[in-house]
T-cell receptor, first 112, second 115 residues
């Protein structure tokens, strides 16, 4: 079946480095993508979203890139801080679907 | 002021018991959800309600019964608890099915441990 997945289950970086978290999706009908951050003991929180008519969107220290040709999504975090340590999820939503489908999370560990 | 609140945060119980988890949102959203997160952090949709009406019911045992008394509340009742029900259950809400955003607002989670 079609699914959303992540390439790296765990990513370790040094404080101050840039982090890139990747996500592959296979549903060509998906037209809306969201990144969530889940800190330990908490629920996922919205970080940034992007629609399929865009290939890049920037927020505060975060950038999401969408490559529809290869069905790939990435989240870039600039100047990673210890507070960025969390599990990150990508989620996709097709136009005809009511709810987003979550991919497997990637655990980001930031070393001081 | 918590937007999506669920209780209890922790629940430890014996196999075979019946338990409930409550969820309330004060965001004025039309749509609410229950997700199950397993030990590997995978988030799986269980149910979704829109304006108190069930719209999504994934392949979930009928021991799980959601109830939405009004659009601000979505409770989850579980009968005859099994070991495999141990997980963290998340309630979430969103603006509505026709909203231009699919952003979900999650509660803090309820960790259920079945012994």
């Amino acid at each position: 079946g079609e699914s959303v997945g992540l390439h790296l289950p765990t990513l370790s970086v040094q404080e101050g480095d840039n982090s890139i978290i990747n996500c592959a999706y296979s549903n060509s009908a998906s037209d809306y993508f969201i990144w969530y951050k889940q800190e330990s003991g908490k629920g996922p929180q919205f970080i940034i979203d992007i629609r399929s008519n865009m290939d890049k969107r920037q927020g505060q220290r975060v950038t999401v890139l969408l490559n529809k040709t290869v069905k790939h999504l990435s989240l870039q975090i600039a100047a990673t801080q210890p507070g960025d340590s969390a599990v990150y999820f990508c989620a996709e939503k097709a136009g005809g679907s009511y709810i987003p489908t979550f991919g497997r999370g990637t655990s980001l560990i930031v070393h001081p | 002021d918590t937007a999506v609140s669920q209780t209890p945060k922790y629940l430890v119980t014996q196999m075979g018991n019946d338990k409930s988890i409550k969820c309330e949102q004060n965001l004025g959203h039309d749509t609410m959800y229950w997700y199950k997160q397993d030990s590997k952090k995978f988030l799986k949709i269980m149910f979704s309600y829109n304006n108190k009406e069930l719209i999504i019911n994934e392949t979930v045992p009928n021991r799980f019964s959601p109830k939405s008394p009004d659009k601000a509340h979505l409770n989850l009742h579980i009968n005859s608890l099994e070991l495999g029900d141990s997980a963290v259950y998340f309630c979430a809400s969103s603006l509505g099915l026709s909203a231009n955003t699919g952003e979900l607002f999650f509660g803090e989670g309820s960790r259920l441990t079945v012994l």
